[in-house]
């Protein structure tokens, strides 16, 4: 049906009887081409992309609806709706009903209080993340009283992590002594009121500090890996693995800050989640666990410069659990603009301190004309082992051209 | 009300803060700066602001702002929502200055592909804004402690009677090493103001192309900055100008930023 929609705007001239009714449109169309750094240098993806945004408000109401098209180089078509939504404004009440991206927290780059919207990893965290995070069916109330804002969501239907497919470059090593076969009967989470999700927060922006405390009774985004082995009475070996993916309640409360002393930008934001499963040697494990950043911007030199800290710790841990007891990792950022803000150097990097792994980031963006973006870019992994070091064959170089309208 | 200039936002500032200094050996070259920082302009504005930047080969690229201005007495805050271009689309900017001597401005960006609203320092107030030849600090509400001033003279310059004003910065490392500003007698607006570099070499000349009287305000809707050593020019356009028109106090809340301008 969305195909038939988008192509009747975009071909039948409705696109102007729309502006007539008072809809606005606009969106980009971009070219984002990857080359794997490797002998053969074959391309990890050569992607087109259309993204339209179309609004219409009144004074009280307003609707967006953002659809997307990804055309990949084997004429696979990807047609979708990141939004649609519906606004109503009253006095101090807002309420936003539809397909929706929610996204808080201070942190940059790492998901810890940001847990509404759930990611699409298909190809990692690569993609801009205004791709990464996907849109929820959601029923979103605001209160506002002055600069203080409290806000609640009702999911009716839980959305879970997108991960790759089989055979894709950027499906995450899992070990297993012998090919395991998997049992998806239980991933589902059915559609229904008991099975709904809710987040509440509360925000305040003062002249001292930016505060936001929130909380949640969620599923797990990513699903448990819960292990059968059969073991071969015979040689005591293991003769099968059976994989049964599962998602699992999870209750969240978390808080988050930002605040400037000088020059700098302090940050930091902390939740801790009871009910999360951990994949073990045998079945998942339940255990509570916390997971927390602290941030600091500072500019030297013109450069934009941004670090932060972030601890994942897994409280009463068991030494079954695969993931260390405490996972340490780092983020760089350093910024800077040329050229009256028309050619920018970024350097942004995950570093992995348990693995000794990373991912580095060097971009160069250009703006050729107004709305005309060319990037060039690199993501080169670093490591054997650790979320990043994973990936270390998966070092590409890319560019995309973007035309904004 | 007695306002300060600086209110006016991104035109009146530009010649309105030379600065002021206090307890300095030139009291006319302070009373007359007084004066303009005193200007009355208004409790709050809207605005359409058009910048052009151009280069030295002439060719031209244009960013479009609406922007609201609003005095809470003894802060004033400033919302800036970015039109194009398209790439900037409904990225949001806001602001909130004090009149306490030395407070830093609170400052805060709103990224529509992030969806968040990102608390920024003010710090870097020599950062050029949007790529153009005006910094933050020319743009911004710079406390007139951070000058001291000298009458230089009184001269006609566009069929005005002007005073002519020398700025120099207390602080040694900061990026102009003086300003020289032509102000108007009786309307207390700066005509046109030269920026001289570090080295004290002419940097960039601003220049008032139009001034208006809005309701019983003077306001300045056209100016240019010209970078004399690149060779490049800034102007900025006020247009739909609106003064006292009882702007709402929540305008200027973190709500009206991801709402954007609509």
Same mark, same amino acid.
């Given at each position: 049906?969305?195909?038939?929609?988008?192509?009747?705007?975009?071909?039948?001239?409705?696109?102007?009887?729309?502006?007539?009714?008072?809809?606005?449109?606009?969106?980009?169309?971009?070219?984002?081409?990857?080359?794997?750094?490797?002998?053969?240098?074959?391309?990890?993806?050569?992607?087109?992309?259309?993204?339209?945004?179309?609004?219409?408000?009144?004074?009280?109401?307003?609707?967006?609806?953002?659809?997307?098209?990804?055309?990949?180089?084997?004429?696979?078509?990807?047609?979708?709706?990141?939004?649609?939504?519906?606004?109503?404004?009253?006095?101090?009440?807002?309420?936003?009903?539809?397909?929706?991206?929610?996204?808080?927290?201070?942190?940059?780059?790492?998901?810890?209080?940001?847990?509404?919207?759930?990611?699409?990893?298909?190809?990692?965290?690569?993609?801009?993340?205004?791709?990464?995070?996907?849109?929820?069916?959601?029923?979103?109330?605001?209160?506002?009283?002055?600069?203080?804002?409290?806000?609640?969501?009702?999911?009716?239907?839980?959305?879970?992590?997108?991960?790759?497919?089989?055979?894709?470059?950027?499906?995450?090593?899992?070990?297993?002594?012998?090919?395991?076969?998997?049992?998806?009967?239980?991933?589902?989470?059915?559609?229904?009121?008991?099975?709904?999700?809710?987040?509440?927060?509360?925000?305040?922006?003062?002249?001292?500090?930016?505060?936001?405390?929130?909380?949640?009774?969620?599923?797990?985004?990513?699903?448990?890996?819960?292990?059968?082995?059969?073991?071969?009475?015979?040689?005591?070996?293991?003769?099968?693995?059976?994989?049964?993916?599962?998602?699992?309640?999870?209750?969240?409360?978390?808080?988050?800050?930002?605040?400037?002393?000088?020059?700098?930008?302090?940050?930091?934001?902390?939740?801790?989640?009871?009910?999360?499963?951990?994949?073990?040697?045998?079945?998942?494990?339940?255990?509570?666990?916390?997971?927390?950043?602290?941030?600091?911007?500072?500019?030297?030199?013109?450069?934009?410069?941004?670090?932060?800290?972030?601890?994942?710790?897994?409280?009463?841990?068991?030494?079954?659990?695969?993931?260390?007891?405490?996972?340490?990792?780092?983020?760089?950022?350093?910024?800077?603009?040329?050229?009256?803000?028309?050619?920018?150097?970024?350097?942004?990097?995950?570093?992995?301190?348990?693995?000794?792994?990373?991912?580095?980031?060097?971009?160069?963006?250009?703006?050729?004309?107004?709305?005309?973006?060319?990037?060039?870019?690199?993501?080169?992994?670093?490591?054997?082992?650790?979320?990043?070091?994973?990936?270390?064959?998966?070092?590409?170089?890319?560019?995309?051209?973007?035309?904004?309208? | 009300?007695?306002?300060?200039?600086?209110?006016?936002?991104?035109?009146?500032?530009?010649?309105?803060?030379?600065?002021?200094?206090?307890?300095?050996?030139?009291?006319?070259?302070?009373?007359?700066?007084?004066?303009?920082?005193?200007?009355?302009?208004?409790?709050?504005?809207?605005?359409?602001?058009?910048?052009?930047?151009?280069?030295?080969?002439?060719?031209?690229?244009?960013?479009?702002?609406?922007?609201?201005?609003?005095?809470?007495?003894?802060?004033?805050?400033?919302?800036?929502?970015?039109?194009?271009?398209?790439?900037?689309?409904?990225?949001?900017?806001?602001?909130?200055?004090?009149?306490?001597?030395?407070?830093?401005?609170?400052?805060?960006?709103?990224?529509?592909?992030?969806?968040?609203?990102?608390?920024?320092?003010?710090?870097?107030?020599?950062?050029?804004?949007?790529?153009?030849?005006?910094?933050?600090?020319?743009?911004?509400?710079?406390?007139?402690?951070?000058? !001291?001033?000298?009458?230089?003279?009184?001269?006609?310059?566009?069929?005005?009677?002007?005073?002519?004003?020398?700025?120099?910065?207390?602080?040694?490392?900061?990026?102009?090493?003086?300003?020289?500003?032509?102000?108007?007698?009786?309307?207390?607006?700066?005509? !046109?103001?030269?920026?001289?570099?570090?080295?004290?070499?002419?940097?960039?000349?601003?220049?008032?192309?139009?001034?208006?009287?809005?309701?019983?305000?003077?306001?300045?809707?056209?100016?240019?900055?010209?970078?004399?050593?690149?060779?490049?020019?800034?102007?900025?356009?006020?247009?739909?100008?609106?003064?006292?028109?009882?702007?709402?106090?929540?305008?200027?809340?973190?709500?009206?930023?991801?709402?954007?301008?609509?």
């Amino acid at each position: 049906m969305l195909p038939l929609i988008l192509t009747g705007l975009l071909v039948s001239g409705s696109v102007s009887t729309a502006f007539a009714r008072g809809v606005t449109l606009n969106g980009y169309v971009r070219n984002y081409t990857g080359i794997l750094i490797d002998e053969e240098n074959e391309y990890s993806i050569i992607q087109n992309t259309l993204n339209l945004d179309l609004v219409h408000s009144k004074s009280r109401i307003a609707f967006k609806a953002n659809p997307y098209l990804y055309h990949y180089s084997d004429s696979e078509l990807e047609i979708d709706l990141r939004e649609v939504y519906m606004d109503i404004y009253f006095d101090n009440v807002d309420l936003r009903v539809g397909r929706q991206q929610i996204i808080w927290g201070k942190a940059e780059g790492v998901f810890i209080t940001d847990i509404v919207s759930p990611k699409d990893m298909r190809e990692f965290l690569l993609p801009d993340f205004e791709e990464i995070r996907m849109g929820v069916t959601a029923f979103k109330f605001d209160y506002y009283l002055g600069d203080h804002n409290l806000e609640a969501v009702w999911l009716p239907v839980f959305t879970p992590t997108l991960f790759p497919e089989e055979g894709s470059i950027w499906r995450p090593q899992i070990d297993y002594p012998v090919s395991p076969r998997y049992d998806y009967s239980e991933k589902e989470v059915k559609g229904s009121l008991e099975n709904s999700e809710f987040f509440a927060k509360y925000s305040v922006i003062t002249s001292a500090i930016d505060l936001e405390i929130m909380a949640g009774y969620a599923w797990d985004d990513d699903p448990a890996m819960h292990i059968r082995k059969q073991i071969d009475p015979g040689s005591g070996e293991i003769d099968s693995i059976t994989v049964t993916p599962r998602h699992h309640r999870l209750s969240i409360a978390g808080s988050s800050f930002s605040s400037t002393l000088g020059p700098f930008v302090f940050r930091g934001e902390g939740a801790w989640y009871s009910g999360k499963y951990f994949n073990a040697a045998g079945a998942a494990v339940e255990k509570d666990y916390a997971h927390y950043l602290l941030g600091l911007d500072y500019t030297l030199w013109d450069i934009n410069l941004s670090g932060q800290f972030i601890q994942q710790a897994i409280m009463d841990y068991d030494p079954k659990i695969e993931d260390d007891e405490f996972n340490n990792t780092m983020t760089l950022r350093a910024r800077r603009d040329f050229m009256r803000e028309t050619l920018t150097l970024e350097l942004f990097s995950y570093l992995g301190l348990n693995n000794n792994d990373a991912l580095i980031r060097p971009r160069i963006y250009y703006d050729l004309a107004d709305g005309f973006e060319v990037l060039l870019g690199a993501n080169l992994f670093v490591g054997e082992a650790g979320q990043f070091g994973q990936y270390n064959d998966n070092d590409m170089g890319y560019f995309k051209v973007k035309y904004s309208f | 009300m007695k306002r300060k200039a600086v209110f006016t936002g991104l035109f009146i500032i530009l010649l309105a803060l030379p600065g002021l200094s206090y307890g300095l050996d030139d009291p006319a070259g302070l009373e007359i700066i007084k004066k303009v920082y005193n200007r009355p302009v208004g409790e709050d504005q809207e605005g359409l602001l058009t910048m052009t930047l151009i280069n030295s080969r002439g060719d031209t690229r244009v960013r479009k702002i609406r922007q609201f201005l609003k005095d809470f007495g003894k802060e004033e805050k400033k919302i800036m929502f970015f039109i194009s271009p398209a790439d900037v689309r409904d990225t949001s900017f806001m602001n909130w200055s004090y009149d306490e001597k030395g407070r830093d401005d609170d400052q805060w960006i709103y990224l529509p592909a992030l969806k968040r609203v990102k608390r920024i320092s003010s710090d870097s107030k020599s950062d050029y804004f949007m790529g153009s030849d005006f910094t933050y600090d020319d743009l911004g509400d710079r406390h007139p402690y951070e000058d !001291k001033h000298k009458l230089l003279r009184e001269e006609e310059m566009g069929g005005e009677d002007c005073y002519v004003v020398e700025s120099i910065p207390r602080e040694e490392e900061y990026i102009y090493s003086r300003t020289v500003t032509w102000i108007i007698k009786n309307k207390w607006i700066g005509l !046109k103001k030269e920026f001289y570099d570090e080295d004290g070499e002419h940097l960039k000349t601003l220049k008032v192309e139009q001034y208006k009287k809005i309701k019983d305000y003077w306001i300045i809707t056209h100016s240019q900055m010209h970078n004399v050593q690149k060779d490049h020019t800034t102007d900025m356009l006020l247009e739909d100008l609106e003064v006292d028109i009882g702007i709402s106090d929540n305008k200027f809340t973190e709500r009206m930023m991801k709402r954007g301008v609509r």
